[in-house]
């Protein structure tokens, strides 16, 4: 679903000075983005709209899948003494921007309407809504009876897309209407209505140092990036390929890099002919040469894969790079011979809207000197997954949803990771992913990265993988 449509002439930022002609205030941040296609948290899918979203609310808490962690943020607390039965309790005194109170019940209303609604919600998020039970025994208490342990919980109710909506907004249903004045709990409110062309946020609680108003503008990227470099934006949140080199000169101590929820496979048809043998599947992932891809047609905008879980997920560190990730033509071509797959044969690729799924096949197809076929058909195919919360649960599900992918022990394996208690578990998925990296079900690519660049006047530039940049965090002079 998607309601507010990216606009390609979208309006473009003024010459360094607000509309009146002077320049900005002390305390106001000019920003520039791509425009969101839609400010309904439970179907942002891109940054943009995780930026601003992440301004307008304030979710439970801040999940660390490296520690296992969960900050509090809205919540009080989320504990269970069993991970069956979960109670989270509020923080007291929250409000919505309408200036009604943020309740447990509306948390309970809101996951219900997720439930019934077509948003892009995960497939993860809407089975932590399917639980037994989810009531508010108090305003400030939220009680979920699941039916399986799960310590994932915390990772989960984390997820952005878990925020409440106001009352008025869940009795009107009209969605379209409320993501033009989108009425979140965070600590800024839209002042007026979204356009095309951007909005403009207004602190709901004073913060000395700390931008009062920030104006969102929508634009070209490479426009953006230009007029940050000349003073005339404060922060832009894009960085198109063609600066991506330029940006470490141009923005030496004030440029910022960090993962986004985004990652792509390679994934195999299990049950097609030659591809049910690992050993082949294990030959086309070292047939891609994903830093080549990386700096071409992807634009520079993502990492080479070093592990099957992208690192926005991963539990514990990462310091080396799997076997199936690495670039090796040779050893590729080797095992395909060792597995006798008839080389002279054409092989399908999946039909995809992947951009990259062609230009793999043919620089993968010469590598390993196997003809490519110009028609689809079944063969390797794309998938490219946009996660909505920080738990590994939800890309192993969407992996095995999307091969069919089965063997001895894994689904218990996964069950038994699953159950661990969230600080515990790194060590289980570990045992999952090098079952994966084993049998090969999908061969991991790359996962996407977010950029930001930011002019002279500002300071405190932080972001997380699945809130963009923290602009109630940002400082202006």
């Known amino acids: 679903m998607r309601l507010l449509a990216p606009l390609l002439a979208a309006a473009l930022v003024t010459a360094g000075c607000t509309e009146s002609g002077e320049p900005p205030a002390p305390d106001v941040l000019r920003v520039g983005l791509a425009a969101p296609a839609t400010l309904l948290p439970a179907d942002v899918r891109d940054q943009s709209g995780r930026?601003?979203?992440?301004?307008?609310?304030?979710?439970?808490?801040?999940?660390?899948?490296?520690?296992?962690?969960?900050?509090?943020?809205?919540?009080?607390?989320?504990?269970?003494?069993?991970?069956?039965?979960?109670?989270?309790?509020?923080?007291?005194?929250?409000?919505?921007?309408?200036?009604?109170?943020?309740?447990?019940?509306?948390?309970?209303?809101?996951?219900?309407?997720?439930?019934?609604?077509?948003?892009?919600?995960?497939?993860?998020?809407?089975?932590?809504?399917?639980?037994?039970?989810?009531?508010?025994?108090?305003?400030?208490?939220?009680?979920?009876?699941?039916?399986?342990?799960?310590?994932?919980?915390?990772?989960?109710?984390?997820?952005p897309a878990l925020v409440p909506l106001p009352a008025s907004a869940l009795a009107s249903r009209d969605w379209t209407g409320f993501a033009l004045h989108?009425?979140?709990?965070?600590?800024?409110?839209?002042?007026?209505?979204?356009?095309?062309?951007?909005?403009?946020?207004?602190?709901?609680?004073?913060?000395?140092?700390?931008?009062?108003?920030?104006?969102?503008?929508?634009?070209?990227?490479?426009?953006?990036?230009?007029?940050?470099?000349?003073?005339?934006?404060?922060?832009?949140?894009?960085?198109?390929?063609?600066?991506?080199?330029a940006m470490h000169a141009d923005f030496a101590q004030r440029h910022a890099m960090w993962a986004l929820p985004?990652?792509?496979?390679?994934?195999?048809?299990?049950?097609?002919?030659?591809?049910?043998?690992?050993?082949?599947r294990h030959g086309f992932a070292l047939g891609v040469d994903r830093a080549a891809l990386e700096s071409d047609v992807l634009g520079k905008q993502v990492d080479p894969a070093k592990s099957l879980l992208p690192p926005a997920v991963?539990?514990?560190?990462?310091?080396?790079?799997?076997?199936?990730?690495?670039?090796?033509?040779?050893?590729?071509?080797?095992?395909?011979?060792?597995?006798?797959?008839?080389?002279?044969?054409?092989?399908?690729?999946?039909?995809?809207?992947?951009?990259?799924?062609?230009?793999?096949?043919?620089?993968?197809?010469?590598?390993?000197?196997?003809?490519?076929?110009?028609?689809?058909?079944?063969?390797?195919?794309?998938?490219?997954?946009?996660?909505?919360?920080?738990?590994?649960?939800?890309?192993?599900s969407e992996i095995v949803k999307a091969t069919g992918y089965q063997s001895d022990g894994f689904a218990d394996l996964l069950k038994s990771a699953e159950e661990t208690e969230a600080g515990d578990s790194g060590e289980v998925y570990r045992l999952v992913e090098n079952q994966l990296l084993r049998d090969l079900p999908v061969a991991p690519l790359w996962s996407g990265h977010g950029h930001a660049v930011w002019a002279e006047r500002v300071g405190d530039v932080k972001a997380t993988p699945f809130g963009s940049v923290d602009l109630s965090a940002v400082s202006v002079r």
């Open 51 to 159: 930026l601003v979203t992440g301004a307008l609310w304030t979710p439970l808490g801040d999940y660390d899948p490296a520690t296992g962690k969960m900050t509090p943020r809205a919540a009080e607390s989320v504990t269970s003494t069993d991970r069956i039965t979960w109670t989270v309790k509020l923080k007291d005194g929250g409000k919505f921007h309408d200036g009604t109170p943020v309740t447990a019940q509306s948390y309970v209303d809101t996951w219900a309407a997720i439930g019934k609604e077509n948003w892009q919600a995960s497939r993860v998020v809407k089975d932590l809504l399917r639980a037994k039970e989810i009531t508010a025994p108090d305003p400030l208490t939220i009680r979920l009876v699941l039916d399986r342990p799960s310590g994932q919980v915390p990772a989960l109710l984390s997820s």
């Open 182 to 245: 989108p009425v979140g709990n965070g600590p800024f409110r839209l002042d007026g209505a979204w356009q095309p062309s951007g909005g403009k946020l207004a602190r709901v609680a004073d913060a000395p140092g700390k931008a009062r108003v920030v104006e969102l503008k929508t634009g070209d990227a490479a426009a953006q990036y230009d007029e940050v470099k000349a003073g005339k934006l404060d922060l832009s949140t894009v960085v198109p390929g063609d600066r991506h080199e």
């Open 262 to 280: 985004t990652v792509s496979y390679l994934g195999f048809p299990l049950t097609a002919d030659h591809f049910s043998d690992a050993t082949v």
């Open 314 to 396: 991963a539990p514990g560190e990462r310091s080396s790079t799997c076997r199936p990730c690495t670039f090796d033509a040779g050893a590729g071509k080797s095992l395909l011979t060792q597995a006798e797959f008839p080389t002279g044969s054409a092989v399908h690729f999946g039909q995809t809207g992947a951009n990259w799924l062609r230009p793999l096949a043919e620089q993968a197809g010469t590598a390993l000197g196997v003809p490519i076929a110009s028609a689809p058909g079944k063969g390797p195919f794309a998938l490219d997954l946009n996660l909505m919360t920080p738990s590994p649960q939800e890309v192993l």
